[in-house]
């Protein structure tokens, strides 16, 4: 059900496993968005897409898409809570937000995002803009 939205977007499609939960809870502004995810999730392999390089050829990524198979991706989730921070390009629509709010917090269930960067930005971003934490745990 995610690869048509999450294909186009980062190249990336789940080949095969479970999500067996998503639950998705965020606070978003005119700039950035800020948040929990919390996905769980069984036997999970993702394939990179090939793109062609300006030749015409198809880049092979057989031995990236194993390597973070192997070695990026955690195989069975538990229902530990991320932090998501998304930073909002003002000229993309609404939609490309809420997209996009998901799929970053996918990245970080999935391992490719670090939960202390994203708190770390969170952090600048609210000093950054003098406001206060919109109820996200950035202490932890």
Known sequence: ILNPVVAPLNDVAFKSGTIDSLSLDVVANDYFAAGTIVMSF????IKLIQK???N?????NTLLTFAIN???IQRNATDKPNT???ERSENKSFFNYLVKIALHGISTSLGFKSNKKNKHDL???LRMRNIESPGVPINK
Request: charge should be positive; aromatic fraction near 4%; avoid cysteine.
């Open 84 to 86: 998501i921070i998304f």
């Open 123 to 125: 952090k600048r971003q």
């Open 42 to 45: 069984s036997d999970l392999k």
């Open 56 to 60: 015409g050829l198809n880049l092979d």
């Open 52 to 54: 062609q390089n300006k």
């Open 70 to 72: 192997t070695l990026l």
